[in-house]
């Protein structure tokens, strides 16, 4: 087995651990809600930075299907956005909510430096790594007033 290819699976057996571990039972629902609103935001980024010429994955699962990293883009990003909201501080200063949001997007760009570097799970075009940090902390702002929207009656 290939290094890609056993990162690629590594990462969905460790998050599906983790998403099953860590997500409380009475916040499923919160965790599926996120996770599909993220879905949808990451096919349309994905796809278009794809497209675009601007990445490619030259390793990747389901490659007659489409360009994109099915891997990233409809399970770990979902995954780590669920995380992300679910233990959002949101009764904190505003401070900590913004060191909270560098947090996830400086290990999640880090993450992503290293496997372009060494790995051919993903590879950089036109794009730039602060790219990738702008579009992750997109996401994570549109999916945290998803998230509070959602579920403010509740």
Known sequence: MSRE???LLSSWGVLGFLLIILVPKNKIRNAQVVFLFTQIIT???????????LIRYPRRFFKKANKSSFTFEYFVFPSITVFFNLFFPEK???ILKLFYYFCYISVLTGLEFIAVKYTKTIK??????????????FVFVLSRIYYKWFFKNI
């Open 92 to 94: 904190n200063k505003l």
């Open 5 to 7: 290819k056993a990162l």
């Open 124 to 137: 950089y075009i036109h794009w730039k790594w602060y790219w990738s940090s702008v579009s992750m902390g």
């Open 43 to 53: 096919w349309l980024l994905g796809l278009t930075v794809v497209e675009k010429n």
